[in-house]
């Protein structure tokens, strides 16, 4: 069975710091994939990232910015000089190479960016 | 783009009812998926189909069952809704292999 976890539920920062939101899994399999959702107030999940297990080079896109270390089973997402329309529910998921594509999601962290 | 449209944004429903979640893509994927999401506990997969006509359980499948006629429609069921059913519920679909799941904008249930 997998297992995601996202410790911080809710994280507040104000406007044009950095912000880190932590994703650590658990699975058995050896090759499977990770990805990042953002849902913004109106519900939509938006696709952000996906990563498979055997590329563990750190991704850089704009401010957004993806450590992925096997060693400690973690994938986790830094914002650089957030913005109020970074505020967002981000989700964290997994799936396993024999999983037919479905995911297994963590339990979402909060993020509030006051301006 | 990839579009998944939902029914209905926001759906008051009693105790007993047998109610209808209804989900259209227009994408031609093979893949499509149902969640429900509750606070604390993000997302939890209660179907998804592979093809038109199968289906597999989830996590969360007991009091739901799926309908997929067509490939482009997967439809949720609540054949007798209970309050515990109160919830966000969340359709995808996707391409085969490991491409991202596309999501709707979700329908708030409300059991009473």
């Known amino acids: 069975a997998q297992k995601v976890t996202q410790a911080q539920t809710e994280i507040s920062v104000v406007e044009k710091e950095d912000v880190t939101l932590d994703c650590v899994y658990e699975?058995?399999?050896?090759?499977?994939?990770l990805f990042w959702y953002k849902q913004p107030p109106s519900g939509e999940l938006v696709f952000l990232i996906r990563?498979?297990?055997?590329?563990?080079q750190n991704e850089i896109s704009g401010r957004y910015s993806w450590n992925f270390q096997k060693s400690t089973s973690s994938f986790n997402f830094t914002i650089t000089a957030s913005q109020v329309v970074d505020s967002a529910v981000y989700f964290c998921a997994l799936t396993p190479n024999n999983a037919g594509n479905m995911l297994t999601f963590g339990g979402g962290t909060r993020l509030m960016v006051k301006p | 783009d990839v579009k998944v449209t939902q029914s209905s944004r926001y759906l008051v429903k009693r105790t007993g009812e047998k109610v209808f979640l209804e989900c259209v893509q227009d994408?031609?994927?093979?893949?499509m998926f149902w969640y429900r999401q509750d606070p604390g506990l993000g997302l939890r997969l209660i179907y998804f189909?592979?093809?038109?006509?199968?289906?597999e359980k989830g996590d969360i499948p007991e009091g739901y069952s799926v309908s997929r006629e067509k490939k482009e429609r997967f439809s949720l069921i609540l054949e007798s809704a209970s309050t515990n059913q109160t919830s966000m519920y969340l359709c995808?679909?996707?391409?085969?292999?490991?491409?991202?799941?596309?999501f709707g904008d979700g329908t708030r249930l409300s059991i009473l």
């Open positions: 699975t058995r399999d050896t090759t499977y994939y």
């Open positions: 990563r498979n297990s055997f590329d563990e």
């Open positions: 994408m031609d994927h093979e893949n």
């Open positions: 995808a679909s996707s391409g085969g292999g490991w491409q991202p799941q596309h």
């Open positions: 189909s592979y093809d038109v006509k199968m289906k």
